[in-house]
């Protein structure tokens, strides 16, 4: 029998309480040296939503597994058609004033770094550089038979060419981009092959159910050691691909500071808990230490 990932995590009730005081972020940064680790929840006031928050899509949805996948055509079918709705939407969205602030906080070199678990590309959108993408990006392909990489933007043409007319109206879409349709609204989409060696289509993502590459889980770690403090923003931590770099840092003695309006699985590890909106929490941060948050993306994506 094949096993499922773990989804999700209740917090215990002993878990220290959050504060709605920013300061201990502004005093970390002041002192440079800070490793972002940002997930979902640093998105959704770009109308991405996130998996676990309030409204999350998992109350909903279960994300496509690798296993899945691979597995099978109709997988395959089902999560292309619903993949390049969502991409519609994806393309739309902006980066907000979360993104804005780490960009500005990595402008003012208060940074050692920024991994990101989020595969929609914002942070860079809005001007952060050499941004670890934890579980790669929706905006490149890869073939699994020749291992070639295409861009997102031109699949997204082949796929409108192959299904022509295709527009159904969503029920929602997921931070993993995958749009919410039924089977019968993916009816008998059509899915095209790899230009190069005809073989299977797959977004360069890390679905549920897959590892992250051990080089790049290795690059996080070398980013852990070289860094003065972890801020993790906008994520739960309930799967081990970022619980384990908050746990590196606090074995390491190195301050872990959590912005997220809910209580995640790495509280027990952080100095303190930020129960703020991301986008309202980092610019009353960069407020704090002199600096302006761009009302623009420095970047079109």
Known sequence: MRMRPTLSWTPPEDLPPGTTDPEPVADALSTGGVLVLSGAGISTESGIPDYRGEGGSLSRHTPMTYQDFTGSAQARRRYWARSHLGWRTFGRARPNAGHRAVAAFGRHDLLSGVITQNVDGL????GSEDVVELHGSLARVVCLACGAFSPRGELAQRLE????????????INPDGD??????????????????????????????????????????????????SLLVLGSSLTVMSGLRFV???????KPVLIVNLEP????????????????AALTTVAERLGMAVDGQAAVRR
């Open 123 to 126: 942070h860079q959108a809005a």
């Open 179 to 228: 749009a919410d349709l039924t089977d019968a609204q993916v009816g008998d989409f059509r899915v095209v092959p790899c230009t190069s060696c005809g073989g299977i289509l797959k977004p360069d993502v890390v679905f549920f159910g897959e590892a992250v590459p051990p080089r790049r889980v290795e690059h996080c770690r070398e980013l852990v050691r070289e860094s003065a």
């Open 161 to 172: 060419e192959a299904n022509p007319g295709f527009d159904p109206v969503a029920a929602g």
């Open 247 to 253: 746990r590196q840092a606090a074995q390491a003695g």
């Open 264 to 279: 995640t699985r790495g509280d027990r590890h952080a100095v303190t808990r930020v129960s703020l909106p991301l986008g």
